[in-house]
Nanobody, 124 residues
Framework: QVQLVESGGGLVQAGGSLRLSCAAS????????MAWFRQAPGKEREFVAG????????SYQDDVKGRFTISRESARNTVYLQMNGLKPGDTADYYC?????????????????WGQGTQVTISS
């Protein structure tokens, strides 16, 4: 079992920045993929960004390209989501997820491990 714990959410004004962190309870092997999803009130949980633990190009939802950056710190078993240029439409609960394999899937059904979520609210 792997536990994922997110942190870093909060309330910021439009145009501001936040950095979300996701700490894993153990070291991932190189054949794992990490991702961030988000769920706004009344909407489906959607893919935001993903990256293979072994490296390679990350993947982003079109709406966040150029604004969000996913990165990892292997020594701390931690994945980050740097969010810049935040918009009110980014308001949601953000979840960290992990799945075995190096393919970055955008389907939430393919992820085995989930964090509890962290709330992000952007005011206009």
């Amino acid at each position: 079992q792997v536990q994922l714990v997110e942190s870093g959410g909060g309330l910021v004004q439009a145009g501001g920045s936040l950095r979300l962190s996701c700490a894993a309870s153990r070291t991932f092997s190189r054949k794992y993929t990490m991702a961030w999803f988000r769920q706004a009130p009344g909407k489906e949980r959607e893919f935001v960004a993903g990256a293979s633990w072994s490296g390679g190009s990350p993947s982003y939802q079109d709406d966040v390209k150029g604004r969000f950056t996913i990165s990892r710190e292997s020594a701390r078993n931690t994945v980050y989501l740097q969010m810049n240029g935040l918009k009110p439409g980014d308001t949601a609960d953000y979840y960290c997820a992990a799945r075995p394999g190096s393919r970055i899937s955008r389907s939430r059904d393919e992820y085995d491990y989930w964090g509890q979520g962290t709330q992000v609210t952007i005011s206009s």
